[in-house]
């Protein structure tokens, strides 16, 4: 099993839509927890850092659930810009020190 | 200000043939990391430095590959000798402690025929 694994995707969605990514992590000892995207071909940049009291910058929500450890990322009024792959980032604690996992990443493509 | 720089942005090798990625972080950032990209592996930690020491090189694929990081302002990844498995982007990172953010750099596009 992953340590890290998210919703395989392809998302297809209209512009308009919402959409909602998860992922999971399978270190209990996990500490910090971010949602990058990455666009084709670029590098993955910083979306947002994920709190346990949730978080939301404009259009996007991110969500964590210890118990379940569980992460997820809403996407309200999709724009054709939100079009990119989004990872799912889990820092943690591992046998052999600190790491920092990147989930294989969901692809979101937004048409109009 | 200038991002995370690496070079090449593009290489391409013959197998056998040795290969140094480099990387210079941003400016008064103490922590390194070195990631590999690939369509089957995603995006996976090689190594990563504090303070120019390397942490914790245990993603390392194999003797082949070497990284090291002289100075703050400069990192290397070697692989000798290079071979076509090792086709994929390399990315460098860098973030300053405290801080969650990792900024990467553009990466390099190897390809070893």
């Known amino acids: 099993r992953k340590e890290v694994e998210q919703d395989p995707g392809p998302f297809n969605v209209p512009e308009g839509a919402t959409v909602a990514f998860n992922c999971t992590y399978s270190?209990?000892?996990?500490?910090?927890f971010f949602w990058y995207r990455q666009d084709c071909r670029k590098e993955p940049k910083l979306l947002m850092s994920?709190?346990?009291s949730g978080n939301e910058d404009g259009r996007f929500t991110a969500q964590l659930n210890r118990a379940s450890q569980y992460i997820s990322l809403l996407i309200r009024d999709s724009k054709l810009s939100d079009s990119a792959t989004y990872l799912c980032?889990?820092?943690?604690?591992?046998?052999?020190?600190?790491?920092?996992?990147f989930g294989a990443g969901t692809r979101l493509f937004v048409k109009a | 200000d200038a991002g995370v720089i690496q070079s090449p942005r593009h290489e391409v090798t013959e197998m056998g043939q040795e290969v140094t990625l480099r990387c210079k972080p941003i400016?008064?950032?103490?922590?390194l990391f070195w990631y590999r990209q690939t369509m089957m592996r995603g995006l996976e930690l090689l190594i990563y430095?504090?303070?120019?020491?390397?942490?914790?090189d245990s993603g390392m694929p194999e003797d082949r590959f070497s990284a090291k990081m002289p100075n703050a302002s400069f990192s290397t990844l070697k692989i000798q000798p290079s071979e076509p498995r090792d086709s994929a982007v390399y990315f460098c990172?860098?973030?300053?402690?405290?801080?969650?953010?990792?900024?990467f750099g553009p990466g390099t596009r190897l390809t070893v025929l």
């Open positions: 990172a860098s973030t300053r402690a405290g801080t969650d953010t990792q900024y």
């Open positions: 270190n209990s000892a996990s500490q910090s």
């Open positions: 994920v709190y346990s």
């Open positions: 980032v889990v820092d943690g604690f591992h046998t052999g020190g600190f790491k920092t996992i």
């Open positions: 400016s008064g950032h103490d922590y």
């Open positions: 430095f504090n303070n120019n020491v390397p942490i914790d």
